[in-house]
Protein backbone atom coordinates (compact mmCIF):
# COMPACT_ATOMS: atom_id res chain seq x y z
CA UNK A 1 0.00 0.00 0.00
CA UNK A 2 1.29 3.35 -0.78
CA UNK A 3 0.87 6.62 1.13
CA UNK A 4 -0.39 9.55 -0.74
CA UNK A 5 2.20 12.54 -0.81
CA UNK A 6 -0.55 14.96 1.12
CA UNK A 7 -0.82 12.13 4.45
CA UNK A 8 3.18 12.15 3.71
CA UNK A 9 3.49 15.61 4.40
CA UNK A 10 0.93 15.12 7.22
CA UNK A 11 2.54 12.42 8.70
CA UNK A 12 5.94 14.13 8.45
CA UNK A 13 5.22 17.33 10.32
CA UNK A 14 4.73 14.73 12.83
CA UNK A 15 8.03 13.06 13.40
CA UNK A 16 7.19 10.09 11.52
CA UNK A 17 10.07 8.99 8.40
CA UNK A 18 8.29 7.60 5.48
CA UNK A 19 10.14 4.54 3.87
CA UNK A 20 8.21 3.67 0.54
CA UNK A 21 8.27 0.09 -0.80
CA UNK A 22 9.95 -1.80 1.90
CA UNK A 23 10.32 -5.66 1.29
CA UNK A 24 9.31 -6.84 4.46
CA UNK A 25 11.25 -10.34 3.64
CA UNK A 26 14.11 -8.32 4.86
CA UNK A 27 12.97 -7.37 7.74
CA UNK A 28 11.65 -11.05 9.51
CA UNK A 29 13.81 -13.75 10.52
CA UNK A 30 11.97 -15.81 8.57
CA UNK A 31 12.92 -14.46 5.34
CA UNK A 32 9.19 -13.89 4.03
CA UNK A 33 6.85 -10.95 3.42
CA UNK A 34 5.92 -8.63 0.28
CA UNK A 35 6.04 -4.75 -0.20
CA UNK A 36 4.72 -2.10 1.36
CA UNK A 37 4.93 1.68 3.09
CA UNK A 38 7.01 1.88 6.36
CA UNK A 39 6.08 4.32 8.92
CA UNK A 40 9.13 4.97 11.66
CA UNK A 41 7.47 6.51 14.67
CA UNK A 42 10.35 8.60 16.18
CA UNK A 43 8.36 10.61 18.61
CA UNK A 44 6.32 8.33 20.56
CA UNK A 45 3.73 11.47 21.74
CA UNK A 46 2.26 12.27 18.07
CA UNK A 47 1.68 8.49 17.93
CA UNK A 48 -1.87 8.83 18.75
CA UNK A 49 -2.26 12.07 15.96
CA UNK A 50 -0.47 9.77 13.33
CA UNK A 51 -2.92 7.00 14.22
CA UNK A 52 -6.12 8.71 13.95
CA UNK A 53 -4.65 10.58 10.68
CA UNK A 54 -4.43 7.37 9.04
CA UNK A 55 -7.80 6.60 10.44
CA UNK A 56 -9.02 9.85 8.85
CA UNK A 57 -7.42 8.86 5.82
CA UNK A 58 -8.10 5.00 5.56
CA UNK A 59 -4.93 3.57 5.59
CA UNK A 60 -4.72 0.62 7.31
CA UNK A 61 -2.18 -0.23 9.49
CA UNK A 62 -0.01 -3.20 10.97
CA UNK A 63 2.57 -2.87 13.39
CA UNK A 64 5.72 -4.90 13.09
CA UNK A 65 8.31 -5.30 15.95
CA UNK A 66 11.00 -7.15 15.76
CA UNK A 67 9.78 -9.47 12.77
CA UNK A 68 10.74 -12.94 14.61
CA UNK A 69 7.48 -14.29 14.92
CA UNK A 70 5.21 -13.31 12.37
CA UNK A 71 4.78 -14.68 8.79
CA UNK A 72 3.70 -11.79 6.43
CA UNK A 73 1.69 -12.32 3.11
CA UNK A 74 2.94 -12.01 -0.58
CA UNK A 75 3.14 -9.68 -3.22
CA UNK A 76 2.03 -5.56 -2.76
CA UNK A 77 0.47 -5.69 0.87
CA UNK A 78 -3.14 -3.62 1.59
CA UNK A 79 -1.69 -1.92 4.78
CA UNK A 80 1.62 0.16 5.70
CA UNK A 81 3.33 -1.33 8.50
CA UNK A 82 4.41 0.89 11.55
CA UNK A 83 7.97 0.41 13.61
CA UNK A 84 9.49 2.16 16.22
CA UNK A 85 13.43 3.12 15.10
CA UNK A 86 15.69 0.13 16.93
CA UNK A 87 18.83 2.59 16.68
CA UNK A 88 20.42 3.50 20.97
CA UNK A 89 16.53 2.03 22.42
CA UNK A 90 16.73 3.58 25.78
CA UNK A 91 17.73 1.18 28.78
CA UNK A 92 19.20 2.01 32.25
CA UNK A 93 18.62 0.51 35.81
CA UNK A 94 17.12 1.60 39.31
CA UNK A 95 18.49 -0.89 41.98
CA UNK A 96 16.07 -3.47 41.21
CA UNK A 97 14.03 -2.09 38.31
CA UNK A 98 14.59 -2.05 34.44
CA UNK A 99 13.46 0.50 32.70
CA UNK A 100 13.41 -0.14 28.90
CA UNK A 101 12.16 0.89 25.69
CA UNK A 102 9.79 -1.87 23.80
CA UNK A 103 12.16 -1.83 20.59
CA UNK A 104 15.03 -2.83 22.50
CA UNK A 105 16.40 -6.48 21.73
CA UNK A 106 15.75 -8.88 24.24
CA UNK A 107 19.24 -10.64 24.00
CA UNK A 108 20.63 -7.03 25.01
CA UNK A 109 18.32 -6.38 27.87
CA UNK A 110 18.93 -9.83 29.12
CA UNK A 111 23.23 -9.02 28.94
CA UNK A 112 22.58 -5.28 30.04
CA UNK A 113 20.83 -6.80 33.21
CA UNK A 114 23.30 -9.31 34.08
CA UNK A 115 26.25 -6.68 33.90
CA UNK A 116 24.13 -4.58 36.95
CA UNK A 117 23.68 -7.82 38.91
CA UNK A 118 20.11 -8.21 37.90
CA UNK A 119 19.28 -12.30 37.01
CA UNK A 120 15.62 -13.99 36.13
CA UNK A 121 16.02 -13.51 32.87
CA UNK A 122 18.37 -16.10 31.98
CA UNK A 123 16.14 -18.37 29.84
CA UNK A 124 15.13 -16.29 27.31
CA UNK A 125 18.65 -15.18 26.37
CA UNK A 126 18.29 -16.86 22.81
CA UNK A 127 14.95 -15.95 22.41
CA UNK A 128 15.04 -13.70 19.23
CA UNK A 129 12.86 -10.45 18.46
CA UNK A 130 11.92 -6.87 20.81
CA UNK A 131 10.88 -6.41 23.76
CA UNK A 132 8.18 -5.23 22.91
CA UNK A 133 7.23 -8.53 21.13
CA UNK A 134 8.56 -10.68 23.54
CA UNK A 135 5.64 -8.83 26.42
CA UNK A 136 2.65 -9.18 23.91
CA UNK A 137 3.31 -12.91 23.15
CA UNK A 138 4.65 -13.36 26.63
CA UNK A 139 8.16 -14.83 25.41
CA UNK A 140 8.96 -17.95 27.28
CA UNK A 141 11.96 -20.49 27.22
CA UNK A 142 13.29 -22.71 29.92
CA UNK A 143 11.18 -22.53 32.35
CA UNK A 144 11.39 -18.10 32.30
CA UNK A 145 8.85 -15.87 30.84
CA UNK A 146 8.90 -12.58 31.08
CA UNK A 147 5.04 -11.49 32.16
CA UNK A 148 6.19 -12.04 36.06
CA UNK A 149 8.40 -9.25 35.91
CA UNK A 150 6.47 -6.86 34.43
CA UNK A 151 5.41 -3.92 36.60
CA UNK A 152 4.78 -1.58 34.26
CA UNK A 153 3.83 -1.28 30.65
CA UNK A 154 3.42 2.39 28.69
CA UNK A 155 1.53 1.74 25.73
CA UNK A 156 -0.74 3.29 22.57
CA UNK A 157 -3.53 1.59 23.04
CA UNK A 158 -6.03 1.46 19.98
CA UNK A 159 -9.14 1.08 22.21
CA UNK A 160 -8.84 4.80 23.38
CA UNK A 161 -6.42 5.96 20.98
CA UNK A 162 -4.30 7.09 24.41
CA UNK A 163 -1.14 6.55 25.52
CA UNK A 164 -1.92 4.24 28.82
CA UNK A 165 0.64 3.03 31.73
CA UNK A 166 -0.92 -0.63 32.92
CA UNK A 167 0.33 -1.77 36.43
CA UNK A 168 1.72 -5.47 35.72
CA UNK A 169 -1.43 -6.80 37.47
CA UNK A 170 -3.54 -5.11 35.04
CA UNK A 171 -2.48 -7.48 32.49
CA UNK A 172 -2.80 -11.35 31.86
CA UNK A 173 0.27 -13.48 31.01
CA UNK A 174 -0.44 -16.57 29.68
CA UNK A 175 1.17 -19.31 27.46
CA UNK A 176 2.24 -17.53 24.57
CA UNK A 177 -0.54 -15.22 24.79
CA UNK A 178 -1.37 -11.64 26.96
CA UNK A 179 -4.64 -9.26 27.50
CA UNK A 180 -2.60 -6.79 24.82
CA UNK A 181 -5.08 -6.35 22.28
CA UNK A 182 -3.57 -7.13 18.98
CA UNK A 183 -3.49 -3.56 17.59
CA UNK A 184 -1.81 -2.45 21.07
CA UNK A 185 1.74 -1.06 20.33
CA UNK A 186 3.91 -1.50 23.05
CA UNK A 187 6.45 1.56 23.91
CA UNK A 188 8.31 1.12 27.03
CA UNK A 189 8.46 -1.28 30.41
CA UNK A 190 9.52 -1.24 34.18
CA UNK A 191 10.55 -4.64 35.15
CA UNK A 192 11.34 -5.48 38.22
CA UNK A 193 13.91 -8.49 38.87
CA UNK A 194 15.72 -10.17 41.55
CA UNK A 195 19.18 -9.68 42.15
CA UNK A 196 22.28 -12.20 41.14
CA UNK A 197 25.90 -11.39 40.90
CA UNK A 198 27.04 -11.12 37.23
CA UNK A 199 28.92 -14.60 37.24
CA UNK A 200 25.78 -16.56 38.33
CA UNK A 201 23.79 -14.93 35.22
CA UNK A 202 26.90 -15.51 32.88
CA UNK A 203 27.01 -19.23 34.20
CA UNK A 204 22.48 -19.61 33.41
CA UNK A 205 23.08 -17.93 29.98
CA UNK A 206 25.59 -19.88 28.88
CA UNK A 207 23.71 -23.55 29.92
CA UNK A 208 20.70 -21.96 28.09
CA UNK A 209 22.59 -21.19 24.82
CA UNK A 210 23.82 -24.20 24.67
CA UNK A 211 20.86 -26.42 25.14
CA UNK A 212 19.38 -23.91 21.97
CA UNK A 213 22.62 -24.53 19.98
CA UNK A 214 21.79 -28.24 20.87
CA UNK A 215 17.90 -28.40 19.68
CA UNK A 216 17.68 -25.57 17.53
CA UNK A 217 18.04 -24.87 14.05
CA UNK A 218 19.80 -21.26 14.91
CA UNK A 219 21.36 -20.69 11.48
CA UNK A 220 18.72 -20.94 9.50
CA UNK A 221 15.62 -18.43 8.51
CA UNK A 222 12.65 -19.36 11.22
CA UNK A 223 10.03 -17.82 13.18
CA UNK A 224 11.05 -19.96 16.03
CA UNK A 225 8.23 -22.90 16.78
CA UNK A 226 5.54 -22.14 14.56
CA UNK A 227 2.58 -24.32 16.60
CA UNK A 228 1.85 -24.01 20.34
CA UNK A 229 2.41 -26.40 22.41
CA UNK A 230 -0.84 -28.28 23.29
CA UNK A 231 -2.12 -28.85 26.84
CA UNK A 232 0.46 -31.37 28.34
CA UNK A 233 2.29 -32.27 25.04
CA UNK A 234 4.88 -31.44 22.68
CA UNK A 235 3.80 -30.64 18.84
CA UNK A 236 7.66 -31.01 18.24
CA UNK A 237 7.53 -34.66 19.09
CA UNK A 238 4.83 -35.09 17.41
CA UNK A 239 5.58 -33.73 14.28
CA UNK A 240 8.93 -35.26 14.35
CA UNK A 241 7.08 -38.78 15.67
CA UNK A 242 5.16 -38.76 12.14
CA UNK A 243 8.64 -38.72 10.42
CA UNK A 244 7.62 -35.32 9.00
CA UNK A 245 11.20 -33.74 9.49
CA UNK A 246 12.49 -32.07 5.84
CA UNK A 247 9.50 -32.21 4.64
CA UNK A 248 8.04 -29.72 2.52
CA UNK A 249 6.34 -27.23 0.18
CA UNK A 250 8.62 -25.52 -1.97
CA UNK A 251 11.03 -24.25 -0.02
CA UNK A 252 9.20 -23.88 3.11
CA UNK A 253 10.26 -27.00 5.87
CA UNK A 254 9.79 -28.72 8.50
CA UNK A 255 13.39 -28.44 10.44
CA UNK A 256 15.44 -31.28 10.45
CA UNK A 257 16.61 -30.33 13.28
CA UNK A 258 13.70 -29.12 15.82
CA UNK A 259 10.27 -30.13 14.01
CA UNK A 260 8.48 -27.40 15.38
CA UNK A 261 10.86 -25.18 13.77
CA UNK A 262 9.79 -24.67 9.88
CA UNK A 263 12.54 -23.32 8.11
CA UNK A 264 12.59 -20.95 4.70
CA UNK A 265 15.46 -23.18 2.86
CA UNK A 266 15.88 -20.98 0.20
CA UNK A 267 13.36 -18.90 -1.55
CA UNK A 268 10.05 -19.62 0.67
CA UNK A 269 7.22 -17.63 0.27
CA UNK A 270 4.24 -17.50 2.24
CA UNK A 271 1.34 -19.66 0.79
CA UNK A 272 4.39 -22.16 0.33
CA UNK A 273 5.16 -21.86 4.14
CA UNK A 274 1.02 -21.64 5.08
CA UNK A 275 0.29 -24.57 3.23
CA UNK A 276 3.05 -26.97 5.25
CA UNK A 277 1.45 -25.39 7.97
CA UNK A 278 -2.07 -27.18 7.02
CA UNK A 279 -0.47 -30.37 6.04
CA UNK A 280 1.58 -30.57 9.13
CA UNK A 281 -1.86 -29.86 11.51
CA UNK A 282 -3.53 -31.84 9.23
CA UNK A 283 -1.52 -34.80 9.78
CA UNK A 284 -1.10 -34.30 13.34
CA UNK A 285 -4.60 -34.19 13.70
CA UNK A 286 -5.06 -37.34 11.79
CA UNK A 287 -2.34 -39.14 14.30
CA UNK A 288 -3.13 -38.04 17.48
CA UNK A 289 -6.21 -35.79 17.06
CA UNK A 290 -5.09 -32.72 18.41
CA UNK A 291 -5.34 -29.11 16.64
CA UNK A 292 -2.27 -27.73 16.51
CA UNK A 293 -2.41 -23.81 17.01
CA UNK A 294 -0.32 -21.45 15.75
CA UNK A 295 2.07 -19.57 17.73
CA UNK A 296 3.61 -17.53 14.67
CA UNK A 297 1.18 -14.54 13.89
CA UNK A 298 0.02 -14.83 10.44
CA UNK A 299 -0.32 -11.55 8.37
CA UNK A 300 -1.73 -12.52 5.08
CA UNK A 301 -2.85 -9.97 2.81
N1 LIG B 1 11.31 -33.20 20.55
C1 LIG B 1 11.42 -34.23 19.66
N2 LIG B 1 11.67 -33.93 18.34
C2 LIG B 1 11.80 -32.66 17.91
C3 LIG B 1 11.69 -31.59 18.82
C4 LIG B 1 11.43 -31.90 20.15
O1 LIG B 1 11.28 -35.40 20.01
O2 LIG B 1 12.02 -32.45 16.71
C5 LIG B 1 11.08 -33.52 21.96
C6 LIG B 1 12.28 -33.15 22.81
O3 LIG B 1 13.22 -34.19 22.83
C7 LIG B 1 11.66 -32.90 24.15
C8 LIG B 1 10.27 -32.35 23.81
O4 LIG B 1 10.01 -32.74 22.46
O5 LIG B 1 11.50 -34.10 24.86
C9 LIG B 1 10.19 -30.86 23.97
O6 LIG B 1 11.13 -30.25 23.11
P1 LIG B 1 11.94 -28.91 23.49
O7 LIG B 1 12.59 -29.10 24.82
O8 LIG B 1 12.77 -28.53 22.33
O9 LIG B 1 10.86 -27.85 23.76
P2 LIG B 1 9.59 -27.44 22.94
O10 LIG B 1 8.40 -27.72 23.79
O11 LIG B 1 9.58 -28.03 21.56
C10 LIG B 1 9.47 -25.04 23.93
C11 LIG B 1 9.12 -23.72 23.36
C12 LIG B 1 10.35 -23.08 22.73
C13 LIG B 1 11.43 -22.95 23.77
C14 LIG B 1 11.75 -24.35 24.31
C15 LIG B 1 12.75 -24.32 25.44
C16 LIG B 1 6.83 -23.70 22.54
C17 LIG B 1 5.94 -23.86 21.37
N3 LIG B 1 8.12 -23.89 22.34
O12 LIG B 1 9.81 -25.88 22.82
O13 LIG B 1 9.97 -21.79 22.31
O14 LIG B 1 12.60 -22.40 23.19
O15 LIG B 1 10.55 -24.94 24.85
O16 LIG B 1 12.16 -23.83 26.60
O17 LIG B 1 6.37 -23.38 23.64
C18 LIG B 1 9.17 -20.39 20.55
O18 LIG B 1 8.39 -19.92 21.36
O19 LIG B 1 9.20 -20.00 19.37
C19 LIG B 1 10.06 -21.45 20.97
C20 LIG B 1 10.90 -22.03 20.15
Known amino acids: MRINDQTATQLKELGVELRRGVSLAEQTSLGIGGTTDELLLHRYETIPEVMS ?11 LGGGTNVLIGDGELPWVVLHL ?91 RHTSFAPDDMMLRVKLELPSKPYSEVLAGIRVCNEKRRSSQPLNQKSAGCI ?44 SDMLKLMDEVRERVHAAYGVELENEVIVWQN
Open 85 to 175: PTARPGMHIEGNTAYVDASADLGALVTFCAKHDLGGMEGLIGVPGSVGGALRMNAGAYGTQIGPHVREVELYRAASGEIETLRGAEIRFDY
Open 227 to 270: FKNPPGGSAGRMIDELGLKGHRVGDAMVSDRHANFFVNAGHANC
Open 53 to 63: LLASASIPHRF
